[in-house]
């Protein structure tokens, strides 16, 4: 992967002004994830610095779902979701977390043996709290969190200080 590479993958990335609400600059992967070769970009890129020593990918909610399950797929390992309350068929762990007008509730179905090796995706870290609540998560549950990373950092929220380190491959 070159500099050029993830250049490229980063300038698929398009800039939504207003979205979801006036002031806020949202940032759509569409364009990335449809480019194969930026795609495979970016997944080598968030899998470098772990040496594929973890059993299984977990992905957060909802665009963590699709990085995640493309890491997944490159590395011939499986991938488990990690969903908001409520949409779990079955009996499932759950951690409860904070957010700046409320808290919210992460919830993962553990088909995994103790100890499993995970790898923890997702595609943003902004403030860091559904990053750590899922660390907790994969923690109570027994499991050992390799490594937490993700497609992009909003740096100027302070997350890598509250779940920290975490492996990013863009920062904004």
């Known amino acids: 992967m070159t500099s050029d590479a993830l250049a490229h993958a980063e300038s698929l990335i398009a800039l939504i002004p207003d979205f979801p609400e006036p002031g806020i600059l949202f940032r759509d992967i569409s364009p990335l994830l449809a480019d194969a070769t930026a795609l495979r970009t970016v997944v080598?890129?968030?899998?470098?610095?772990?040496?594929?020593?973890?059993?299984?990918?977990?992905?957060?909610?909802?665009?963590?779902?699709?990085?995640?399950?493309?890491?997944?797929?490159?590395?011939g390992v499986g991938m488990v979701p990690i969903r908001k309350a409520g949409k779990l068929p079955r009996p499932a762990a759950s951690v409860s977390y904070d957010l700046e007008y409320g808290q919210a509730t992460i919830e993962m179905a553990d088909d995994l043996p103790r100890g499993t090796r995970v790898l923890l995706v997702?595609?943003?870290?902004?403030?860091?709290?559904?990053?750590?609540?899922?660390?907790?998560?994969?923690?109570?549950?027994?499991?050992?969190?390799?490594?937490?990373?993700?497609?992009?950092?909003?740096?100027?929220?302070?997350?890598?200080?509250?779940?920290?380190?975490?492996h990013t491959v863009f920062r904004v």
């Open 44 to 75: 080598d890129a968030i899998v470098a610095p772990f040496a594929r020593e973890f059993d299984v990918v977990a992905g957060v909610e909802a665009r963590g779902f699709l990085i995640a399950g493309a890491v997944a797929a490159a590395c």
């Open 122 to 166: 997702d595609d943003v870290l902004a403030t860091g709290g559904t990053l750590r609540a899922a660390q907790r998560l994969l923690e109570g549950l027994g499991h050992r969190t390799v490594g937490t990373a993700v497609l992009m950092e909003l740096s100027d929220l302070g997350g890598q200080d509250v779940c920290g380190p975490v």
